[in-house]
């Protein structure tokens, strides 16, 4: 294993993280969950107050976010379009704190398995229910990142070429990374 996943059998997977990798891919994903939030009971949550509460009803003004939970329906932006905008909120409200929630626990998962390998990183074996759960928060890592960068399909191919200079190179480097994490796990738990 060279920092990518592989195949443990039965869909699960392994990956060989050294402490830079684990102690980034960490970084990465404690800043996406404090851009998600606390749910709506705060942090460590209330079971009773996340059971009645109501979600926003208005579009995130973070890209990030805003790309994490688009509207539902029509263009919002766009005043002809009320209709769309008041079914986008109602949707919006009733959805939203689910999906933080569940992108915000796959977060943490990974988190709590980073911590598990130490400082000095190790071998993280992955069962079939937990790689679903990776796979998520890395697609969620890989699209904030992207976001953040605004990566189009047409222009992705221009990453490669930036020059080393470039004050966005970190973050395309960590972008090509997690890229190459999702697609070695997807293989791996696809054998």
């Given at each position: 294993?060279?920092?990518?996943?592989?195949?443990?059998g039965?869909?699960g997977?392994?990956?060989a993280?050294?402490?830079?990798?684990a102690?980034?891919?960490?970084?990465?994903?404690v800043?996406?969950?404090?851009?998600?939030?606390p749910?709506p009971?705060g942090?460590?949550?209330?079971?009773?107050?996340?059971?009645?509460?109501?979600g926003?009803t208005?579009?995130?003004?973070d890209?990030?976010?805003?790309?994490f939970?688009?509207?539902?329906?029509?263009d919002p932006?766009k005043?002809?379009?009320e209709?769309?905008?008041?079914?986008?909120?109602?949707?919006?409200?009733?959805?939203?704190?689910d999906?933080?929630?569940?992108k915000r626990?796959?977060?943490?998962?990974?988190?709590?398995?980073?911590?598990?390998?130490?400082?000095?990183?190790?071998?993280l074996?992955?069962?079939?229910?937990?790689?679903s759960?990776?796979?998520?928060a890395?697609?969620?890592?890989?699209?904030?990142v992207?976001?953040?960068?605004?990566?189009?399909?047409?222009d992705?191919d221009?990453?490669y070429?930036?020059?080393?200079g470039?004050?966005?190179?970190?973050?395309?480097?960590?972008?090509?990374?997690?890229?190459?994490?999702?697609e070695?796990l997807?293989?791996?738990?696809?054998d």
């Amino acid at each position: 294993m060279a920092g990518l996943f592989e195949s443990t059998g039965g869909g699960g997977a392994a990956i060989a993280l050294d402490e830079w990798e684990a102690s980034i891919l960490r970084s990465l994903e404690v800043q996406l969950l404090e851009l998600i939030g606390p749910g709506p009971g705060g942090e460590g949550g209330d079971p009773l107050a996340a059971l009645f509460a109501e979600g926003p009803t208005e579009a995130p003004a973070d890209p990030v976010l805003a790309r994490f939970f688009p509207n539902a329906y029509g263009d919002p932006e766009k005043p002809e379009d009320e209709e769309a905008r008041l079914a986008s909120g109602e949707f919006r409200r009733f959805t939203e704190l689910d999906l933080r929630a569940r992108k915000r626990d796959d977060a943490l998962f990974v988190v709590r398995a980073l911590d598990g390998l130490g400082d000095e990183g190790g071998v993280l074996k992955l069962g079939a229910p937990d790689c679903s759960r990776w796979l998520g928060a890395l697609n969620d890592l890989r699209l904030a990142v992207g976001v953040r960068l605004e990566v189009s399909e047409e222009d992705e191919d221009g990453l490669y070429e930036l020059p080393d200079g470039d004050e966005r190179k970190p973050l395309v480097m960590a972008y090509l990374w997690l890229g190459a994490l999702q697609e070695s796990l997807l293989e791996a738990i696809a054998d």
